[in-house]
Antibody, heavy 123, light 110 residues
């Protein structure tokens, strides 16, 4: 069974830093891109970042230069280092797995989701 | 700044059919954008319904179908049931590793 378990959320002051982690199990971690998607309270989903299987990293403009995604294929984890946090970064952060095509190639959708970890940025 | 657009809300009668759309503030959506659709109920993680425009994810009932209608991606629910009442989000792949979600559509079944 695929499991994605996020941790690391909490209350942080504006300008602070926080590191989120997602522990994956039940699948071949190194074969999948891994992403972070967030949802502000009462709002919609927002893609934040993806760590690709070949090491590429991709970011939404809203977090570029402040957030860093990293993955450890030996530990089956993907982390999101968040710096210079703003009130508008307050959200539930989901870890999401990128899907594969029938032939095993990278596909551009999210096929498995964690339950999320809450980040609150407040003075 | 390109925005992915969705209807804010839709109401459908039990047993009825509803089509949600996913567009771009500038330009047309094609299968090249790899449209995908997600269902989310309050307090829950999203559930993947459709990917690559029209492929149903494992375990998704066939009353959910995806397509391209005109210049938008579309999700059609045929024979709506009470537990289809949820928020629905589309996502598009914009290239260069970038994905974008629409603002979501709240579907009410009544």
């Amino acid at each position: 069974e695929v499991q994605l378990l996020e941790s690391g959320g909490g209350l942080i002051q504006p300008g602070g830093s926080l590191r989120l982690s997602c522990a994956a199990s039940g699948f071949i971690f190194s074969s999948h891109g891994m992403s972070w998607v967030r949802q502000a309270p009462g709002k919609g989903l927002e893609w934040v970042s993806t760590g690709g299987v070949s090491g590429g990293t991709y970011y939404a403009d809203s977090v570029k230069g402040r957030f860093t995604i990293s993955r450890d294929n030996s530990k089956n984890t993907v982390d999101l280092e968040m710096k210079s946090l703003r009130v508008e970064d307050t959200a539930l952060y989901f870890c999401a797995r990128r899907g594969l095509t029938d032939s095993g190639a990278q596909a551009y959708y999210f096929d498995q989701w964690g339950q999320g970890t809450l980040v609150t940025v407040s003075p | 700044q390109t925005v992915v657009t969705q209807e804010p809300s839709f109401s459908v009668s039990p047993g009825g059919t509803v089509t949600l759309t996913c567009g771009l503030s500038s330009g047309s959506v094609s299968s090249n954008y790899k449209p995908s659709w997600y269902q989310q109920t309050p307090g829950q993680a999203p559930r993947t319904l459709i990917y690559s425009t029209s492929v149903r994810s494992s375990g998704v009932p066939d009353r959910f179908s995806g397509s391209i209608l005109g210049n938008k991606a579309a999700l059609t629910i045929t024979g709506a049931q009470a537990d289809d009442e949820s928020d629905y989000y589309c996502a598009l792949y914009m290239g260069s590793g970038i994905s974008m979600f629409g603002g979501g559509t709240k579907v009410t079944v009544l």
